[in-house]
């Protein structure tokens, strides 16, 4: 595939661009007092207890799979309409208490012009992977013009918003890093591994590279407005606490650091990271997602233990329960509401993304019940 934007880009998007490098973490944001997922994820006490769907940007639309009918994923991502429209769906259907912004763990990479693909049925592909010193010394940097029309996509979703908040995203240093040397997704991680632990300078090297390009992609969506940001990493469950904590933490902190004068709520999610909770709220986030594995109260109180006084939260409904009966998924997300009480603060989510067969009239009943409590 062609990358959209390169740093010699001269187009009207870089106008877009420059306008957002001139904001800074000091300019003017949305003023969103009550809305209630920030006001949860910054300790208060919200109007009810806020939700939003991880993937709900897609997936089970039929929306969304006609207005996607022919686009590349990659396309859809830098097409400014588009994903503003696809980043509305969900809002207008589900009544939700946030947009997540339509986008991918690689496009940073794409767009700093990595050869990537994403494949249907398999995931981000990577045309050569990267392994050795010389391939990590041929990375490219990712400059804000390269993601400008990322930032009008969000210029134009906050014309539309209203007191809605929205999310910016980005994938973490771990989980490009694991995209890049393995070619695509994977079971065991054992060529990332092998190099963290055989190659640990370069492993630095590597991780450290992609904190910035991160750091570049999440500066570009605040610099444009957005209300929120969640770094996500998707594959630190592979991870004991002890590889995580010297191979990984580091970097993600670097990551969450880096944004913290725009004072936005951070949230960090990991899939599988039951035994990572800790070090994952030492990277520094204010709200740690939690999947399906460990309850919200379990959480809570691990977070405690290990010197969190006032754990904020987000999650856990199993994905997969979707598929159930009405009263089984309405007893789950009365207990995981009940279980989020015992945070000092909980913003109902999934234990992960939603799944493509998803019924969306069952995510709307969620809404609604989740509202209701």
Known sequence: MTVPFTSSSTSAAVGT??????????????HLPDAPLL?????????????????QAGRSLPEYRSVR?????????FDPALLTEITMQP???HGVDAAILFSDIVVPLYAAGLSIDI????????????RTAADVDALPELVPEQVAPVADGVSMLLEELGETPLIGFAGAPFTLASYLIEGGPSRNHEHTKALMHAE????????????????TFLKAQLDAGVDAVQLFDSW?????????????????????????DYEVPRIHFGVGTGELLPALHDAGPDVVGVDWRVPLDEAARRLRAAGQPEPIVQGNLDPALLMAS?????SEVRRIVEEGRAASGHIFNLGHGVLPETDPEVLTRVAQLVHSL
Do not use: N
């Not at 009918?69 to 991502?77: D, F, I, K, N, S």
């Not at 592979?238 to 969450?256: G, N, Q």
């Open 69 to 77: 009918e022919g686009v590349p994923m990659l396309q859809a991502c």
């Open 17 to 30: 661009a420059a306008q957002s490098g001139q904001a800074g973490p000091s300019a003017a944001r949305r």
């Open 119 to 130: 494949v249907p049925g398999t995931g981000p592909v990577v045309a050569h992977p990267v």
């Open 200 to 215: 640990p300078e370069l492993w630095h090297r590597l991780a450290s590279r992609l904190a910035d390009v991160t750091l």
């Open 326 to 330: 009405w009263p089984v998924i309405e």
């Open 236 to 260: 630190a469950g592979a991870l004991s606490p002890k590889d995580y904590r010297e191979f990984v933490l580091p970097h993600s902190a670097r990551v969450l650091a880096g944004v913290a």
């Open 91 to 93: 809002v207008r259907r």
């Open 39 to 55: 006001v949860a994820a910054r300790g208060g006490t919200p109007k009810h207890v806020p939700l939003w769907f991880m993937r």
